[in-house]
């Protein structure tokens, strides 16, 4: 089990981090239509994992915006937004930023996710949320590139992320 902070106070994460060369476990999450996406969804594309708590929070906003903004123009690529948030405020949230750049997905029916990515806050204030976390994958699932953020409020190396894909 790994251990990060939020605001300093250590809390527990379940699951199984992927390293780089690991292959991505399967996931089945949810898109804004309320619709099944699975990784096969997304089969031939290289692939940003931008994992987070809440997008009603600052930092997992600003990361929602960071990768729409610096990803848009890597070829072949898809940024997936994932939290626990509903759909509907996924949805919501970038109709008012104007993000067209992400696919954001919820946990709400793929909870197995949680654990698989080794990404799962077992207690604290936000237990059963997600911990910050990227995760860049090549056109095969093949991980390039994983950070578990040590503290859940900061931002994540949005340039070591990135430079994976070069």
Do not use: W
Not at 32 to 39: I, T
Not at 78 to 102: H, K, M, T, Y
Not at 147 to 162: H, M, Q, R, S, T
């Amino acid at each position: 089990m790994a251990t990060v902070t939020l605001r300093g106070n250590p809390i527990s994460i379940g699951g199984t981090f992927p390293s780089v060369g690991d292959q991505a476990p399967a996931f089945s999450l949810v898109r804004q239509d309320l619709s099944d996406a699975s990784l096969s969804s997304f089969a031939g594309k290289r692939k940003i994992l931008n994992i987070f708590p809440s997008v009603d929070t600052p930092t997992c906003a600003t990361s929602v915006r960071t990768f729409n903004s610096k990803a848009s123009n890597l070829p072949n690529t898809v940024v997936l937004c994932i939290s626990a948030d509903l759909p509907f405020a996924q949805a919501r949230f970038c109709a008012a930023e104007g993000l067209e750049n992400v696919i954001n997905l919820s946990t709400l029916r793929g909870s197995e996710f949680i654990r698989n990515y080794g990404v799962a806050i077992e207690n604290g204030p936000m237990a059963g949320l997600t911990a910050r976390a990227v995760v860049v994958l090549d056109e095969n699932d093949k991980v390039l590139h994983s950070e578990l953020v040590p503290e859940i409020g900061n931002e994540p190396d949005y340039d070591k992320a990135l430079a994976a894909l070069s």
